[in-house]
């Protein structure tokens, strides 16, 4: 297996970390092109497109943000590269969507959504099966957690002495609102249903410390309540630690004898 990596981030350096102590470094970097005109002397090659990629490369991780997977995701794809991404609430934009769809069929490779910042999504996989007539996601995170979003534009995070709702609506319009922090809830309404269907809340909160991620669903299989509380990457408070390591694990199980 040999990998390319889009984004250097704080998930990009800590997928990059991992992927190397299990022995599968990035061969090849996909980035911005001052940045490769800036790096000759790196010994990891790096390009600023996917028609540039190395021929041997077989699995792209995409750790950067929606901006870099609607620029190359599609190019990659119709290369016939499978690609592992983050950037899961891009996907509330329908043309988007329906453009990787075509790049992977057209390349005969697979778009993988890097999930794992939330959990009981295989539930909601199996729940939609038999009908589900309610899905609700609830993000709660500190207010720093909320820098840089239209959370500051709603309510004053530096102020706030009690939990603050900023943003109540669809699951499509919080991932295209707050593109940096939603991705959980375009993941939930991907695995259930839909963006269109799933109900979104977002709250601000100055007596957590964590990143709390709540799924309420019911259907024909009953209901259920799943909470994760999962802390912050240290050089980043609005990207899940959790998710970073998802993205590990899903590149793990690409190379795995037997998965889940």
């Not at 077989?58 to 870099?68: Q, S």
Request: glycine share 10%; proline share 4%; with cysteine.
């Amino acid at each position: 297996m040999k990998i390319g990596l889009i984004g250097e981030g704080a998930i990009g350096r800590y997928v990059t970390e991992k992927l190397t102590e299990i022995g599968l470094a990035p061969q090849a970097v996909l980035t911005r092109p001052a940045r490769v005109q800036g790096a000759q002397d790196s010994a990891v090659l790096r390009v600023d497109s996917a028609a540039d990629l190395p021929s041997d490369i077989t699995l792209v991780v995409d750790c950067a943000g929606h901006a870099a997977l609607i620029e190359h995701g599609a190019a990659i794809l119709e290369r016939g590269i499978d690609l592992v991404t983050v950037s899961i609430g891009a996907l509330a934009d329908q043309q988007l969507e329906q453009r990787l769809n075509d790049a992977a069929q057209s390349g005969g490779a697979q778009l993988i959504l890097a999930t794992g910042a939330i959990g009981a999504l295989d539930c909601l996989h199996a729940a939609r099966v038999g009908g589900l007539t309610q899905v609700t996601y609830t993000g709660r995170k500190p207010p720093t957690g909320w820098r840089g979003s239209p959370a500051e534009d709603r309510i004053d995070l530096d102020g706030l002495t009690d939990a603050a709702i900023h943003f109540e609506g669809t699951a499509r319009e919080a991932a295209t609102e707050y593109p940096k922090n939603a991705n959980v809830a375009a993941a939930v309404a991907l695995a259930g249903v839909g963006f269109d269907n799933t109900t979104a809340q977002l709250i601000a909160d100055p007596t957590v410390t964590s990143n709390i991620h709540e799924i309420h669903a019911s259907g024909a299989f009953g209901s259920f309540h799943f909470r994760i509380e999962g802390t912050a990457l240290p050089d980043n408070p609005r990207s899940s630690a959790l998710a970073a390591m998802s993205v590990v694990s899903a590149v793990e199980r690409r190379r795995a004898a037997i998965t889940t």
